[in-house]
C-alpha cells in the first residue's frame, strides 16, 4: 500500500469515528450552554434553543415545521422546476436520522425557528448538513437565524466535521444573500450551471 493509500485510509477511519461520536449523541448542543437562549440586545425578545431527534419531536411541532416551511419557501418552489410538493417534504421532515434545533419564544411558549441537520458523509467528507433553515416572520432581521447557524458551526467544529452544507434555491435571492453573509460559498458538489439546477450547494469550511 502506498504512502497515499495509507493516508487516505486513515483519514477516513478518522471521519468515520467523528460520525460515530457525533451521532451517538442525544443533545449534541448541551456542550454549548451559550446557544441554549436567544437574548438579543435592546429587545425584550427571549428565546430558549432545544436540540432534538426526530423521534423526539411533538408531532405538532412537526406540523408547525411543515407548514411554517410551505410559507417560507413554498412560492419559491413552485415558481421554479422542481415545484412544491407537500408530501416529499413532509417525508423529508420526518426522516427517522433528523435532527432538530428549535427556537421557542419564552413568553409565548410559541416556536419560532427551526433548522433540521444530520451529521454525514458527503463525497467523502464528514460534514453537518443543514437541510431547512426557517424562521417566522415576526422573528425574521433580529439575528435569529444567523445565531442558530452559529450553533451549527459550533457543533461541526466540536465534532470535527470538515464541513457545514447546505442547500439553496437559486430563486431565493434573500436566503443566498443570507447565507453568504455567514461566509458560505458555491460547494464544489453543486451542480454544473449546464444541469440548470434549480439549487445550489453551498458550504463553509470548519477548520
Given at each position: 500500500m502506498s504512502v497515499a493509500e495509507t493516508v487516505t485510509r486513515n483519514q477516513a477511519t478518522s471521519q468515520q469515528r467523528c460520525l460515530q461520536v457525533a451521532n451517538q449523541q442525544t443533545n449534541p448542543l448541551a456542550e454549548f450552554p451559550e446557544f441554549l437562549s436567544f437574548n438579543p440586545d435592546?429587545?425584550?425578545?427571549?428565546?430558549?434553543?432545544?436540540?432534538k431527534r426526530k423521534?423526539?419531536?411533538d408531532p405538532k411541532l412537526l406540523k408547525w415545521a411543515f407548514k411554517l416551511a410551505e410559507r417560507n419557501v413554498g412560492p419559491q418552489y413552485r415558481a421554479c422546476s422542481l415545484g412544491w410538493q407537500p408530501k416529499i417534504k413532509q417525508a423529508d421532515l420526518n426522516k427517522p436520522w433528523a435532527r432538530y434545533l428549535v427556537a421557542t419564544d419564552v413568553t409565548t411558549k410559541k416556536?419560532?425557528?427551526?433548522?433540521?441537520?444530520?451529521?454525514?458523509?458527503?463525497?467523502?467528507?464528514?460534514?453537518?448538513?443543514?437541510?431547512?433553515?426557517?424562521?417566522?416572520?415576526?422573528?425574521?432581521?433580529?439575528?435569529?437565524?444567523?445565531f442558530m447557524m452559529k450553533a451549527l458551526e459550533q457543533m461541526a467544529r466540536h465534532f470535527s466535521?470538515?464541513?457545514?452544507?447546505?442547500?439553496?434555491?437559486k430563486n431565493n435571492e434573500d436566503g443566498m444573500?443570507?447565507?453568504?453573509?455567514?461566509?458560505?460559498?458555491?460547494?464544489e458538489m453543486s451542480p454544473d450551471k449546464e444541469e440548470?439546477?434549480?439549487?445550489?450547494i453551498m458550504s463553509k469550511a470548519m477548520f
Open positions: 435592546g429587545t425584550d425578545l427571549q428565546l430558549k434553543l432545544q436540540c423521534a423526539d419531536m416556536p419560532a425557528a427551526y433548522t433540521m441537520f444530520r451529521f454525514d458523509l458527503d463525497y467523502g467528507r464528514s460534514v453537518l448538513y443543514c437541510y431547512e433553515l426557517q424562521v417566522e416572520a415576526e422573528f425574521q432581521r433580529k439575528g435569529l437565524g444567523a466535521m470538515e464541513r457545514v452544507v447546505l442547500t439553496v434555491l444573500r443570507f447565507y453568504r453573509r455567514l461566509g458560505y460559498d458555491v460547494d440548470n439546477a434549480a439549487y445550489e
